[in-house]
């Protein structure tokens, strides 16, 4: 018995149809089963705006509180201790999720609580500096002294400029030597930095707009040393030191 083109046609559709159903079947990714955890229960009534951080691993979550006229950061539930004002903006996990830091304030001066141990007070802390090195065995800020700022890691103080530039507070990769951005006249334009991979060298894109009052520079130390510094005044610098 002949088949006619039609029926032809119309059984060679079926089987294009059944194997694309079977490839489709093949490719769709197992299902997965999802669930949610509550990591913590926050009263918003008591939340302090621009204060909170949840951890890299997202597994801890930090965030000011007030309270009877004191305000302080709670960690995964645990209150730390109560101060007078809590810095906002200033509030970081450690890259490895185990070290929390934030700015405080106190007798009308300011400092750093790292892991709930108050650092020195200055007259007040430079906004956006807050850094952890990549290995979260070092953390740096800007502080103000005397009218001036200065970088400040771990327990060393930096030496003093008009001003260090914000958000240019830069660690290398293995976390032993810090490059940053620091003028020597009332205004900057902010300045990326970037170090190499392998920690040797960093460069920095500047525009000093040519003028002669601006000098702006870009220091990088080891943290063993007190820090360098090496006035630019190309548009574009690197170094190896």
């Not at 990714?29 to 913590?40: C, S, Y």
């Not at 009308?108 to 790292?114: I, M, T």
């Amino acid at each position: 018995m002949t088949t006619s083109p039609t029926r032809l046609a119309l059984f060679m559709s079926l089987a294009l149809l059944c194997w694309a159903i079977v490839v489709a079947a093949e490719d769709k990714p197992p299902r997965r089963d999802v669930t949610e955890k509550r990591l913590i229960q926050i009263d918003f009534s008591l939340l302090l705006p621009d204060l909170f951080a949840v951890s890299p691993d997202s597994l801890h979550v930090a965030y000011g509180a007030r309270a009877e006229q004191k305000q302080f950061v709670i960690v995964d539930g645990q209150a730390g201790k109560p101060y007078p004002a809590i810095l906002g903006g200033m509030l970081r996990f450690s890259p490895n999720s185990q070290r929390v830091a934030y700015g405080a304030q106190q007798d009308r001066k300011s400092f750093l609580v790292v892991d709930g141990k108050a650092h020195k007070p200055y007259e007040a802390l430079g906004a956006g500096t807050l850094r952890f090195s990549p290995d979260s065995q070092h953390v740096a800020y800007a502080a103000v002294t005397d009218a001036r700022m200065r970088v400040v890691v771990d327990a060393t103080e930096h030496p003093p400029y008009t001003a260090i530039v914000p958000e240019t507070l830069t660690f290398s990769p293995n976390g032993q030597r810090l490059a940053y951005g620091a003028t020597s006249a009332q205004t900057a334009s902010t300045s990326p930095t970037a170090y190499a991979r392998d920690s040797s060298g960093l460069s920095c894109w500047m525009d000093n707009q040519g003028s002669p009052t601006m000098a702006l520079a870009l220091a990088a130390c080891s943290l063993a040393r007190t820090g360098n510094a090496w006035p630019m005044s190309s548009r574009w610098a690197s170094s190896n030191a």
